[in-house]
């Protein structure tokens, strides 16, 4: 079983960057990805970002390409998120997870950590 923490989450105005942090433990194998999703009120859960754990093959969505880059520490099973140039359509909650590689789909990861709350304020 595997277990994942979020931090980084927090208020920032429009124009403004964070970082989110997700820390993995428990993962036996070497051959997964680790992805960003968010979800707001009245919008179902959407796809932000992957990086596969054993290449660096990473993976964005159309609405935060160019603005968020995503990373990873293999040594500390730590995947990080960047985003800068915040707008308040960003403002959700942020949930890391863990699942097959070369998959955008939420039903197929198997792991999720509890989410963190990105505010972006205009």
């Known amino acids: 079983q595997v277990q994942l923490v979020e931090s980084g989450g927090g208020l920032v105005q429009a124009g403004g960057s964070l970082r989110l942090s997700c820390a993995a433990s428990?993962?036996?194998?070497?051959?997964?990805?680790m992805a960003w999703f968010r979800q707001t009120p009245g919008k179902e859960r959407e796809f932000v970002a992957r990086i596969n754990m054993n290449s660096d093959l990473s993976d964005y969505s159309d609405s935060v390409k160019g603005r968020c880059t995503i990373s990873k520490d293999n040594s500390k099973n730590t995947v990080y998120l960047q985003m800068n140039a915040l707008e308040p359509e960003d403002t959700a909650v942020y949930y890391c997870?863990?699942?097959?590689?070369?998959?955008?789909?939420?039903?197929?990861?198997?792991?999720w950590g509890q989410g963190t709350q990105v505010t972006v304020s205009s």
């Open positions: 997870a863990a699942g097959p590689v070369g998959s955008r789909l939420d039903r197929q990861y198997g792991y």
């Open positions: 428990g993962r036996t194998g070497s051959t997964y990805a």
